[in-house]
């Protein structure tokens, strides 16, 4: 089992930039696939990101592609949401979530992930 909290949120103008930041509790982090996802008040929760348990692979929604980057340190237990380029449109509350899985292929689907964190709060003001 795994346990995440999510940091980093805040207010930024439009066209800044944030750091989010997931952090896991437990030895076995290596072993888990970590995927972001957002919601926005009064529409449904969207996949944003996700990367693979080596970092090998990373998938990207398309409306944050070339504007968000994730990475991962496994020595930390951490994975980042580096936010460019920020849109009103991306305000939501951020969630990171987890599965244990060593597949090299990312998903997309909240269905696959087993623990989720809290969340914080972005907000891109205009």
């Known amino acids: 089992q795994v346990q995440l909290v999510e940091s980093g949120g805040g207010l930024v103008q439009s066209g800044g930039s944030l750091r989010l930041s997931c952090a896991a509790s437990?030895?076995?982090?290596?072993?888990?696939?970590i995927g972001w996802f957002r919601e926005a008040p009064g529409k449904e929760r969207e996949f944003v990101a996700a990367?693979?348990?080596?970092?090998?692979?990373?998938l990207y929604a398309d409306s944050v592609k070339g504007r968000f980057t994730i990475s991962r340190d496994n020595a930390k237990n951490t994975v980042l949401l580096q936010m460019s380029s920020l849109k009103p449109e991306d305000t939501a509350v951020y969630s990171c979530?987890?599965?244990?899985?060593?597949?090299?292929?990312?998903?997309?689907?909240?269905?696959?992930?087993?623990?989720w964190g809290q969340g914080t709060q972005v907000t891109v003001s205009s």
């Open positions: 979530a987890a599965t244990r899985t060593r597949t090299p292929r990312c998903y997309s689907g909240t269905d696959y992930y087993a623990y």
């Open positions: 437990g030895h076995t982090f290596s072993s888990y696939a």
């Open positions: 990367i693979t348990w080596n970092g090998g692979n990373t």
